[in-house]
């Protein structure tokens, strides 16, 4: 008979899913006013995504380093063949198709938990002294991170691509790098950005002069007009013109903060800041869970800056503040891909959390021994 340890109850992160079930919740419920079938379909990957949550919860990941390399493995493998036999949708060769049954992945989404767990494991493997990594060890450590970043590039998804780069060199910030590798780094990027700006794809380049230049766009436009008309406490949804008489594109995408704003107003627009600031906040507090376990502390950085990387960047963009960029606003907006890989990425920090009994760390990467009385 199935039996459940005791000890991965009390472990058990409760806060975060009662941090994140308010957020799917507000999501499903605009989306599904705005498009029943959509919003139909956001209950399927709901239900996908916590079963995926279930499965990935069970894997024993500190036990298995070599999944983890195998894992990010595949997934540049994978990115290596999108060049070759990718699917081309809206002038962006993105997508995979699995043989046989027609469906598509992207895999710059599966890289992003895989390139995290990578991380994670170099740095628990070799954990940083008291001065920081030195320049070799970062050296490999960006080589683990410009081979995906370089690849989702050339596609070209340049937000995803910022993405995976601002996540994992921003975690390095916070467990620690030789302030000089950093100064050097800053003044190389301040002399080569010329150089950077001339090799981006002329679409990329059109979006930067257009937001610096010219007024917001047609998009910008109706989603400032559509924050603005919610008022103090927003609409009811027959007065909530932008959306109802599609004024506002993408309602229930990219632009579906607007859309909310435009519903709830200003107060519902302080609440969901609070919401994500909260799970934001309390991603990171994980890291203080254990000094010695670079391994939870590398995968709570990445998810914490990861949600505060999309969910800054695309309400950013909805009100003129920075370019359009293909970034979704986590948990929110409509789509299986990114729902699932935060699902997967909870599940491994959960995982990391409820099974912590079992294991005692010191300053080598996975040297750990059973309690005796864990079983």
């Known amino acids: 008979m199935f039996k459940i340890n005791r000890k991965i109850l009390a472990y058990f992160d409760y806060t975060l899913p009662l941090l994140i079930a308010p957020i799917i919740l507000l999501s499903w ?22 079963l995926i949550f279930v499965v990935v919860f069970l894997i024993p990941m500190r036990r298995i380093p070599w999944f983890i390399v195998g894992f990010y493995c595949v997934n540049v493998a994978f990115l290596v063949l999108v060049e070759f036999f990718g699917d081309t949708r809206l002038g962006a060769q993105r997508w995979l198709e699995i043989p046989f049954i027609h469906f598509t992945f992207q895999p710059s989404e599966t890289m992003k938990p895989a390139l995290i767990l990578m991380i994670a494991y170099y740095v628990d493997k070799k954990p940083p002294p008291k001065n920081g990594y030195k320049l070799l060890d970062f050296l490999k450590l960006s080589f683990l991170i410009l081979l995906p970043f370089l690849l989702v590039l050339k596609q070209p998804d340049l937000g995803t691509a910022l993405v995976l780069l601002l996540m994992s060199f921003g975690a390095l910030f916070l467990i620690g790098v030789n302030y000089k590798i950093w100064l050097t780094l800053a003044i190389g990027v301040l002399f080569l950005s010329p150089i950077l700006y001339a090799n981006l794809h002329d679409y990329q380049k059109k979006r930067i002069v257009d937001f610096i230049s010219k007024e917001p766009d047609y998009q ?7 924050v603005g008309s919610g008022g103090i406490y927003g609409k009811e949804k027959e007065e909530a013109t932008q959306a109802l008489y599609r004024f506002l594109p993408i309602a229930t ?12 107003g200003f107060v519902g627009a302080i609440g969901l800041f609070i919401l994500y600031a909260s799970l934001i906040f309390h991603i990171f507090s994980m890291s203080y869970e254990n000094e010695k376990d670079y391994f939870l502390k ?19 963009m909805t009100i003129g503040l920075a370019p359009v960029v293909g970034i979704p606003l986590p948990l929110f907006s409509y789509g299986g891909s990114s729902f699932i890989t935060f699902m997967i990425l909870f599940a491994v920090l959960e995982n990391l959390l409820a099974f912590r009994y079992k294991f005692v760390y010191n300053h080598t990467s996975f040297s750990k021994r059973a309690f005796s009385s864990a079983g």
Do not use: T
């Open 29 to 50: 419920f605009l989306i599904n006013e705005n498009n029943e079938f959509l919003g139909s379909k956001v209950l399927v990957y709901v239900g996908v995504g916590l």
């Open 253 to 264: 995408s990219d632009f579906i903060f607007p859309y909310f704003v435009e519903r709830f």
């Open 298 to 316: 590398v995968i709570s950085y990445c998810i914490g800056l990861l949600i505060f990387i999309y969910s800054g960047v695309n309400i950013a």
């Open 220 to 226: 910008v436009k109706q989603a400032m007009i559509a």
